[in-house]
């Protein structure tokens, strides 16, 4: 059965930075698009960041040009990057896979989840 299992999430005060990761079991993200979700306190879930089968990236206006999705080469682990962070940050961080990413327009992978926590 594939599994995602994030990791890296925490607690940090405002202004600091953490690194999320996910990594995969029984399955490559090859051909996969990946995503990261994160759902605040009492909030939907939201879509943050994306990378393609390609490298393609693409990021929510919320977090653009202080979080950075990244794959390594292998594909088999995920990256979330994070900087400047600020308390509307805290929520938990999902990642999630759609493969294979032509026919799979949402995801149909998903890991659990990691709590990341702002203070100011």
């Known amino acids: 059965q594939v599994t995602m299992v994030e990791s890296g999430g925490g607690s940090v005060q405002a202004g600091g930075s953490l690194m999320l990761s996910c990594a995969a079991r029984?399955?490559?993200?090859?051909?996969?698009?990946m995503d990261w979700y994160r759902q605040p306190p009492g909030k939907e879930r939201e879509l943050i960041a994306s990378i393609s089968e390609v490298g393609a990236t693409t990021y929510a206006d919320s977090v653009k040009g202080r979080f950075t999705i990244s794959i390594t080469t292998d594909v088999k682990t995920l990256y979330l990057h994070m900087t400047d962070l600020k308390s509307d940050d805290t929520a938990v961080y999902i990642c999630?896979?759609?493969?294979?990413?032509?026919?799979?327009?949402?995801?149909?992978?998903w890991g659990q989840g990691t709590q990341v926590t702002v203070s100011s």
């Open positions: 029984y399955v490559q993200f090859a051909n996969c698009g």
């Open positions: 999630a896979a759609r493969c294979p990413a032509w026919l799979q327009e949402r995801p149909n992978y």
